[in-house]
């Protein structure tokens, strides 16, 4: 699968700049995400731009996801938060607002507008898909996060 498979040259862009991404030196492309851990609970950090990208919402997560605001992250909660974020990801390739979305953006930049996204739009996934080619560093401490607000937006899963 390559890169215009699932993602537009914004947001490619987005995610390269802010180290969320990396091209390899294989010329593959991998998702960077982190996790914060202590000894009670874990959160994934996911830029809030990948997930408008995906076409959720804080709505879409329970209150027990963390929203940093000032950084534009949101820490999707281990229990529940992960699983709908990952299961977006899985059917992301396969969404019709992915296409539309991909569509629109081809017609403003048209052709040849260069962006770099000619010499990267067809590089390969570093996996099959781009669920598989999610990259995650654990990282012990999470005071952070707790410190956060609330996903005040989010369902209560209770």
């Known amino acids: 699968m390559k890169i215009k498979d699932v993602l537009d040259p914004y947001s490619l862009a987005f995610l390269l700049e802010g180290k969320y991404a990396t091209i390899t030196d294989e010329?593959?492309?991998?998702l960077n995400l982190r996790v914060f851990y202590d000894n009670r609970h874990s959160?994934?950090?996911?830029?809030?731009?990948?997930?408008?990208?995906?076409?959720l919402s804080p709505s879409d997560f329970s209150q027990y996801s963390r929203i940093d605001s000032k950084h534009r992250r949101i820490y999707l909660d281990e229990d529940i938060d992960i699983g709908v974020f990952m299961e977006r990801v899985k059917e992301w390739p396969k969404s019709e607002r992915?296409?539309?979305?991909?569509?629109?953006?081809?017609?403003?930049?048209?052709?040849?507008?260069?962006?770099?996204?000619?010499t990267?739009?067809?590089?390969?996934?570093?996996?099959n898909d781009l669920l598989d080619s999610i990259n995650i560093q654990v990282n012990k401490g999470a005071d952070f996060?707790?410190?956060?607000?609330?996903?005040?937006?989010?369902?209560?899963?209770?």
């Open 27 to 30: 010329n593959k492309f991998l």
């Open 43 to 55: 959160w994934l950090e996911v830029p809030t731009h990948l997930v408008v990208m995906l076409d």
């Open 98 to 118: 992915r296409k539309d979305t991909l569509d629109a953006i081809e017609e403003v930049l048209g052709e040849d507008e260069d962006t770099g996204w000619q």
């Open 120 to 127: 990267v739009k067809d590089l390969e996934l570093a996996g």
């Open 145 to 158: 996060v707790r410190n956060l607000g609330n996903n005040s937006q989010g369902q209560s899963i209770h």
